[in-house]
Every structure is written in C-alpha cells, then in structure tokens.
C-alpha cells in the first residue's frame, strides 16, 4: 500500500510543479511577468482560476498524501534521522587469542 501511496504521491508532485510553472507571475517579481511574450498564451481569466483551483486541489492532495505516508513510514518502524540507533548485541563466541608470533618450543 505505501508503495502505490508514494507512486500517487510522485504524480501529484509533478503535476503540482508543472501547474505552478504554467502560472502567469502576477507580482512581477524581477521584471519578468511584466511582457506580454508567454503571459499572452494562455490569457483571460477563466484560464487564472482552473489554475488557481488545480493548484489548490494538488496542494491539499500533496499534503494529505505527505501525512499519510509519514503516519504509515511511523507505524511500520521506519526510524528515520532522529530514531535511536538500535543497541548493539555482544558476540555469542569469544574472540581466539591470537597466536604466538615466535617459534613454538614443545614443553615436557
């Protein structure tokens, strides 16, 4: 279920930048919305509110999608960045000794 969840979530992402970036600059930030080059394809101000009512439906769908999928990554035990590392277990066997670096003289 997450994985189709982050396939949906994947579609809306993309489909909310690229109706942001269809969108007509209306504050005329930097000076480029102010020319009629690409602002006149797509006038009138029907074309304004779909996008306006499109951007807001894929920003609530991006939204309600980001919290779900972080609510399922939390109850599956994903961790994350801020997780506790899990404790580390001790070795079942212990180490050999390392063997002698010398000659080996036999004891009687």
Do not use: C, D, Y
């Not at 599956?76 to 404790?87: E, I, M, T």
Request: no cysteine.
């Amino acid at each position: 279920m997450t994985l189709v969840l982050l396939i949906i979530h994947l579609f809306v992402t993309i489909a909310l930048i690229g109706v942001v970036l269809i969108q007509r600059s209306e504050g005329g930030g930097l000076g480029i919305g102010s020319s009629q080059g690409m602002g006149a394809f797509m006038g009138g101000r029907g074309t304004a509110n779909l996008l306006t009512r499109a951007t807001a439906v894929l920003a609530t769908a991006f939204f309600v999608l980001s919290m779900t999928l972080a609510l399922l990554g939390h109850r599956q035990g994903g961790g994350g960045l801020l997780a506790p590392p899990p404790p580390a277990s001790a070795p079942a066997v212990p180490a050999p000794a390392p063997a002698p670096s010398g000659p080996v003289v036999p004891t009687k």
